[in-house]
């Protein structure tokens, strides 16, 4: 197995004879976090990221080359879920931290256990609606990694980078067009959301991309805050 750097930090390419897989060096060797595969590499150990799993590694492999950079970031993590992405960021910090809103009970006990293992991941139990109900503990950030699949998807990260992003920081984007309106065109509702976060909440767009075949109708907005 060849092993070799990619464009992001902390991201790695290995190259086997059969396939090329995405991997990030484990934090916590002999503990695979959702099933996914470790592989050990010159006396390391790396987890395989599944890009059907996770938005990040699927936009990365979707074409999306310039990302926003994970590495030592501030990243404001809404629909953070169980943890699954937010486990392989956590690989990638050095220093850095991730505050991880979700406002399901259920999931968010899972999320807990990891960041028990991992004292880079903050867990917030909260409705990233509300941000009062969480802007106690978090400080400005870098990034806003949002992933919540709802229709109001672009005033809940509008308030967000409002209280949260600095200047100059950037937004990552998941949008998932059967969560806003099944009737319509995908294609017609992503640029409705791109036109809603420049026009009403100022923000640039830098690249845009769908994320299929890893998501079904879904597609990735990266914004700047000016
Ligand atoms: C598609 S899943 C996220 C998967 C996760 N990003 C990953 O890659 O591992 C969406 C998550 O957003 C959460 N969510 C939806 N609306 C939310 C809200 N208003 N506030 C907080 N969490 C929300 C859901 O409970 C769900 O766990």
């Known amino acids: 197995m060849i092993l070799s750097k990619t464009s992001i930090n902390g991201l790695f390419q290995v190259k086997s004879d059969t396939k090329t897989r995405l991997v990030t060096r484990n934090k916590v060797p002999g503990i695979s976090v ?3 595969q470790l592989l050990s590499i010159n006396g390391e150990e790396y987890r395989v990221w599944d890009p059907y ?5 699927a936009a990365f492999l979707s074409g999306m080359k310039k ?6 970031k501030k990243i404001l993590y809404l629909g953070v879920s169980t943890g699954t992405t937010a486990s392989h960021f956590s690989d990638m910090l050095n220093t850095g931290i991730i505050y991880g809103i979700e406002f399901s009970p259920k999931v968010m006990r899972k ?3 990891l960041a028990e293992q991992r004292s880079n991941l ?3 139990l909260a409705d990233a609606r509300k941000t009062e109900e969480y802007s106690s503990y978090v400080f ?4 806003i990694y949002q992933d919540v699949a709802q229709p109001d998807q672009a005033t809940i990260f509008g308030r967000n980078a409002h209280e949260f992003l600095k200047r100059g920081g950037h937004g990552f984007l998941a949008v998932k067009s059967q969560s806003i309106d099944v009737t319509v065109e995908p294609d017609e509702i992503f ?6 976060l420049e026009q009403e909440f100022g923000f640039e767009i830098q ?14 907005i990266i914004i700047k805050k000016p």
Do not use: C, N, T
């Open 34 to 36: 959702y099933g996914e």
């Open 53 to 57: 799993r996770s938005k990040y590694v």
């Open 67 to 72: 990302l926003p950079q994970i590495q030592d």
């Open 111 to 113: 999320f807990f256990r």
């Open 122 to 124: 903050v867990p917030i």
């Open 140 to 143: 400005e950030v870098d990034l």
């Open 191 to 196: 640029s409705k959301q791109m036109e809603e």
């Open 207 to 220: 690249q845009y991309h769908s994320i299929d075949p890893f998501e079904k109708k879904h597609a990735v």
